[in-house]
């Protein structure tokens, strides 16, 4: 296993690593259905920690996959068998997600998080296997840097359930280490536009649950009820925050400014918040529906407030770590910070609260569109 070129003409995914990341749809949707239920019932320090807690292990999953096949995705038949394999520990992964986040009880995670590392530690001593000097060190280094942070998450079977987010707040960091000071240790291989590329189409998966979560949302609802007027303008709402979200995340062609592993990193790191903002807005509408037929246990500004910071949030971590490197002049730069305020501010609109951010987004693009021609006819001149 010898590693790829970082100037590979044609690098794209492969349909292994659309496959990998089709089956982190049960993941996801597991995290955003235990966050709905916790909300509803009106815990929202419980189901915020709970998620955070647990969409980092699905996240942190697929970013350790992804980095190393872009660096040294061989395709053979060993190399998928292994990725196959980690694709099993993912699917038990999601098996335990329920009983982490109701009891504290991590010990599935954790063992799906055991097939996996233990697969890709083996990719990492292939790889060691094959190369020599900097690179032979940095992959060993990178296995035995997960093989102990892996070692440390067994806190979260022996602990008590109130010091479980002290063991993440240890962990984390120490996960999110590991890969940085890896990257110090010999020059990166990792692609630029297959890195964007595979960012890119994760994105796609979480938009399209959160899409999936807002629809059984409303056919449950209507099989109960049939009051469109009240549903119509959530769904209108979400469906406008799922589109915008799709089109400024994918306004600017991010793999230009991928150019050193520093820059990768901070940009790569910050799609935890990305990621877990966009599905958290399907669990928010979620909640505004239960919310808006009497089946949820918090009020309308709450309700509300489950949709809007999820919403702004998005918006603005696009902007910090993706949008702002493309956008030219102070028009453009606020589009997105201006718009991440406004989304929170349509929190204290009552009832139609989601609609409001909904339509916020849709003139955000219009404004973001804009402004792009404009500055294009200026340029042509």
């Known amino acids: ?13 492969t349909p292994l690593e659309l496959f990998f990341d089709l089956c982190f749809v049960v993941a996801v949707a597991q995290a955003g259905r235990q966050l709905v239920h916790a909300l509803a019932e009106g815990h929202p320090g419980h189901g915020i920690i709970g998620y955070l807690m647990l969409f980092f292990a699905i996240w942190w999953a697929w970013v350790n ?22 694709i099993s520990g993912v699917l038990i992964l999601a098996a335990g997600v329920p009983r982490a986040f109701d009891n ?16 890709l530690i083996s990719q990492c001593l292939r790889a060691a296997h094959g190369s ?5 060190r940095s992959s060993l280094l990178y296995a035995a840097g997960v093989s102990v942070c892996q070692v440390g998450w067994l806190a979260l079977l022996f602990v008590p359930v109130g010091a479980l987010p002290w063991v993440f707040v240890v962990m984390a960091p120490l996960e999110l280490s590991v890969a940085a000071v890896t990257a110090q240790a010999r020059q990166a291989t990792w ?12 994105t796609i998966i979480v938009l399209g649950e959160t899409l999936a979560a807002a629809t059984v949302a409303v056919q449950s ?32 062609p991010i793999h230009l400014h991928l150019r050193s592993s520093r820059q990768a990193f901070a940009w790569g790191y910050g799609h935890y918040l990305v990621y877990g903002s966009a599905a958290a807005i399907g669990a928010g509408i979620e909640v505004a529906v239960e919310q808006a037929f009497g089946k949820a246990h918090l009020s309308t500004f709450a309700a509300s407030a489950c949709v809007t910071v999820p919403a702004a949030l998005f918006m603005f971590t696009v902007w910090l770590i993706h949008s702002r490197h493309q956008k030219r002049g102070p028009a453009q730069q606020l589009v997105l910070p201006v718009s991440s305020v406004l989304i929170l501010a349509c929190t204290f609109a009552g009832e139609g609260a989601v609609l409001a951010a909904g339509l916020v987004a849709s003139v955000t693009v219009a404004v973001g569109v804009t402004l792009t021609a404009r500055q294009g006819t200026a340029l042509q001149e």
């Open 1 to 13: 296993m010898r590693a790829r070129s970082r100037d590979e003409a044609h690098r794209a995914s």
């Open 65 to 86: 996959f992804t980095w190393f096949a872009s660096a040294y995705d061989t395709d053979d038949t060993l190399y998928r068998v292994v990725t196959l394999i980690q």
């Open 104 to 119: 504290g009880d991590f010990a599935v995670v954790w063992f799906g998080y055991l097939v996996m590392r233990l697969a």
């Open 132 to 136: 020599e000097g900097a690179e032979r």
């Open 191 to 202: 692609h630029p536009h297959h890195i964007a590329e595979r960012y890119g189409l994760f």
């Open 221 to 252: 609802a209507l099989d109960e009820n049939d009051e469109l007027g009240t549903l119509l303008p959530i769904a209108g709402g979400g469906l406008l925050l799922a589109f915008a979200a799709y089109w400024i995340y994918f306004a600017v």
